[in-house]
């Protein structure tokens, strides 16, 4: 009787537990150079630790995401599908067949300003999200889609010539954000979208990063901006990685800490690390003192 317990006992912990073994997930992340991390060394960073579908060697915000769940004792099977200065209507016609396949869960991030040819229209946005989620499904009923709301441009704010010079920084973010909410709207096959220009600005209102780099960057704050000015800085490709992370997994940013791995390989000042996690943890609504920390992997 006893061993006969023991076994209904053991069945039924394998069941809620997926056999006794962490079961992997598996994330694709579909981008252009904000994915990829252009003008920063993430970029290269750690490209073993991801599947670039494509073969160009890149790491970007996607090992990023891979070295936060490693950290976290999270299986993820991480995968990306990158090209600069492109927008997600190129990845469904160029590059479908390359990732149409099932995956837990697939963010998009589209071009920085909707569409090249006509900046701030979301029509073509929103076709193509609309028709990758589409795909995804058919792959995997249970797929979550998530498309990232990106952060604003200080080139386009700052600089004469563009549908948000003198407007505040703010309104390339706003604008992106109502075109994400205009593709999932009624579509429940769109998770919520991943808030990372909303975690920049802030960042911005609450004095941890500089605010103008054309004016100089104040001391003792963060440039979330690279040299252009328009791309991000390690710093920012950070706080991208944060939200992300956070709001897929469900785990509190804060968890990972001052000796947090990645930020270290990076060269990033720890308080500075510190401080984005804070920034995350707060946009995506974690009051509070953290949970305990991780199991770490290092």
Do not use: C
């Given at each position: 009787?006893?061993?006969?317990?023991?076994?209904l006992v053991?069945?039924?912990t394998?069941?809620?537990?997926g056999?006794g073994v962490?079961?992997a997930?598996?994330?694709?992340?579909?981008?252009n150079?904000f994915?990829y991390?252009?003008?920063?060394?993430?970029?290269?960073?750690h490209?073993e630790?991801v599947?670039d579908?494509?073969?160009?060697?890149?790491?970007?915000v996607p090992?990023?995401?891979?070295t936060?769940?490693?950290?976290?004792?999270?299986?993820?099977?991480v995968?990306?599908?990158?090209?600069?200065g492109?927008?997600?209507?190129?990845?469904?016609?160029r590059?479908g067949?390359?990732i149409d396949r099932?995956?837990?869960?697939?963010?998009?991030?589209?071009?920085?300003?909707l569409?090249a040819a006509?900046?701030?229209d979301?029509?073509k946005?929103v076709?193509?999200?609309?028709?990758l989620?589409?795909?995804m499904?058919r792959?995997?009923?249970?797929?979550?889609v998530?498309?990232?709301?990106?952060?604003?441009?200080a080139?386009?704010?700052?600089r004469?010539?563009?549908?948000?010079?003198?407007k505040?920084?703010?309104?390339l973010a706003?604008?992106?954000a109502?075109?994400?909410?205009?593709?999932?709207?009624?579509?429940?096959r769109?998770?919520?979208?991943?808030?990372?220009?909303?975690?920049?600005?802030r960042a911005?209102?609450?004095?941890?990063a500089?605010?103008?780099?054309?004016d100089?960057?104040?001391?003792?704050?963060i440039?979330?901006?690279?040299?252009?000015?328009?791309h991000?800085s390690?710093?920012?490709?950070?706080l991208?990685?944060?939200?992300?992370?956070?709001?897929i997994?469900?785990?509190?940013?804060?968890?990972?800490?001052?000796r947090?791995r990645a930020?270290?390989d990076?060269?990033?000042?720890?308080?500075?690390?510190v401080r984005?996690?804070q920034?995350?943890?707060?946009?995506?609504?974690?009051?509070?003192a953290?949970?305990p920390?991780p199991?770490?992997?290092?």
């Amino acid at each position: 009787m006893k061993r006969k317990v023991a076994s209904l006992v053991l069945a039924a912990t394998l069941a809620l537990t997926g056999a006794g073994v962490a079961v992997a997930r598996t994330i694709l992340f579909v981008g252009n150079s904000f994915t990829y991390g252009h003008g920063s060394p993430v970029r290269r960073y750690h490209p073993e630790r991801v599947m670039d579908l494509n073969g160009e060697g890149v790491g970007g915000v996607p090992a990023l995401f891979k070295t936060f769940a490693d950290q976290a004792g999270l299986d993820w099977q991480v995968s990306l599908e990158t090209a600069g200065g492109q927008d997600l209507a190129f990845h469904l016609e160029r590059r479908g067949q390359r990732i149409d396949r099932a995956w837990d869960v697939v963010v998009l991030q589209g071009f920085s300003t909707l569409d090249a040819a006509n900046p701030g229209d979301p029509t073509k946005h929103v076709v193509a999200a609309r028709a990758l989620a589409d795909m995804m499904l058919r792959a995997n009923p249970r797929v979550s889609v998530r498309l990232v709301s990106t952060w604003p441009r200080a080139d386009l704010a700052y600089r004469p010539g563009s549908p948000w010079s003198g407007k505040p920084v703010a309104a390339l973010a706003e604008t992106v954000a109502q075109a994400n909410r205009l593709a999932a709207e009624g579509n429940a096959r769109f998770g919520a979208a991943l808030p990372v220009g909303a975690a920049w600005l802030r960042a911005i209102e609450a004095g941890v990063a500089d605010p103008n780099p054309y004016d100089g960057i104040t001391f003792d704050k963060i440039d979330l901006w690279t040299w252009d000015h328009y791309h991000a800085s390690t710093e920012g490709y950070y706080l991208e990685a944060l939200v992300e992370f956070g709001a897929i997994t469900g785990v509190d940013p804060r968890t990972l800490g001052a000796r947090e791995r990645a930020a270290e390989d990076l060269g990033m000042n720890p308080q500075a690390a510190v401080r984005l996690q804070q920034i995350a943890a707060e946009t995506l609504g974690l009051a509070g003192a953290p949970a305990p920390a991780p199991v770490r992997k290092r």
